[in-house]
């Protein structure tokens, strides 16, 4: 009788000592909810140019809850945005951390990309990205921060929008500073945006020779009605420890003439 206890306790333990590694298992790493939305200045595209509705561009993010969120086409203090921080009121509004880069003085202010975020931010940064000066293109940048993960872990975070002129000659140079990026990042590296490069183009098959993106055969996200081109992007660099949990194009068709993208991503420990 005592061998018999003795030899179901033995049992029981090490059957729980199985489940245990098993719920570890399945709860190991973090998930992290990515957004990228090139916001148009928050000028829907149905209204007038002077129009700006920042409460349908924070609507359309925060149906989404994401963790981070990468803004393109931003307006810092411009006259045709009524000379407000669009970061600011976005990042106000919905309770987010924000960084803003800018990348060229317009129209009385400023315009570039942000990071809104609801962990903690650091060592922010601006990298500036290349252009020909032949092709007078429109100065791009790649914002970073890096993100205090709950668990006390970081990892950096990019956000970038690139040349819109029908040659890639810009578009693959400034993929050139994204590789750059990735080569020289030794933490799990994210990055999103508006890329206005389609799948299988020669921009994008540089965005794939350093980065993994969240979708292979990725849906349209511009124009809003009818869409029929991918050009926005969630990406990480190929060393990162990260799973594709899933990739969603959102049908918002107001807010903005782009429509939003969201990945849900595993953080899995180096």
């Known amino acids: 009788m005592n061998r018999f206890r003795i030899y179901i306790t033995?049992?029981?333990?090490?059957?729980?000592?199985s489940c245990s590694k098993k719920i570890a298992a399945v709860g190991s790493g973090e998930?992290?909810?990515?957004?990228?939305?090139?916001?148009?200045?928050?000028?829907?595209?149905?209204?007038?140019?002077?129009?700006?509705?920042v409460d349908a561009v924070a609507n359309a993010i925060a149906q989404q809850k994401p963790d981070v969120v990468a803004l393109q086409e931003v307006d810092v203090n411009t006259n045709r945005s009524g000379k407000i921080n669009e970061a600011e009121v976005l990042a106000r509004k919905l309770k987010m951390n924000?960084?803003?880069?800018?990348?060229?003085?317009?129209?009385?202010g400023d315009y570039g990309v942000a990071i809104l975020s609801k962990y903690p931010m650091s060592e922010s940064n601006i990298k500036r990205l290349a252009t020909n000066p032949d092709?007078?293109?429109?100065?791009?940048?790649?914002?970073?921060?890096?993100?205090?993960?709950?668990?006390?872990?970081?990892?950096?975070?990019?956000?970038?929008?690139?040349?819109?002129q029908k040659t890639d000659i810009n578009r693959l140079l400034q993929m050139k500073g994204l590789q750059e990026a990735a080569a020289t990042e030794k933490r799990t590296f994210?990055?999103?945006?508006?890329?206005?490069?389609?799948?299988?183009?020669?921009?994008i098959n540089a965005l794939d020779s350093a980065y993994t993106r969240t979708c292979e055969t990725?849906?349209?996200?511009?124009?809003?009605?009818?869409?029929?081109?991918?050009?926005d992007y969630v990406?990480?660099?190929?060393?990162?420890?990260?799973?594709?949990?899933?990739?969603?194009?959102?049908?918002?068709r107001y807010a903005s003439d782009h429509?939003?993208?969201?990945?849900?991503?595993?953080?899995?420990?180096?």
């Open 10 to 17: 033995v049992a029981s333990m090490a059957a729980l000592a």
């Open 31 to 53: 998930t992290i909810r990515v957004m990228s939305y090139n916001i148009h200045h928050c000028n829907p595209p149905s209204k007038p140019e002077g129009f700006i509705d």
């Open 98 to 108: 924000f960084f803003f880069a800018k990348a060229i003085n317009h129209d009385g």
């Open 135 to 164: 092709t007078k293109g429109e100065p791009r940048v790649l914002a970073t921060a890096l993100l205090t993960m709950p668990n006390g872990n970081k990892i950096r975070f990019g956000c970038a929008h690139l040349d819109a």
């Open 190 to 203: 994210i990055i999103a945006g508006d890329f206005n490069s389609r799948p299988g183009s020669l921009p």
């Open 218 to 231: 990725c849906e349209f996200t511009i124009p809003v009605i009818n869409p029929k081109s991918t050009i």
């Open 235 to 252: 990406a990480f660099s190929k060393t990162s420890p990260v799973e594709v949990i899933s990739h969603q194009v959102i049908p918002e």
């Open 259 to 270: 429509l939003p993208i969201i990945s849900v991503l595993k953080l899995k420990s180096k």
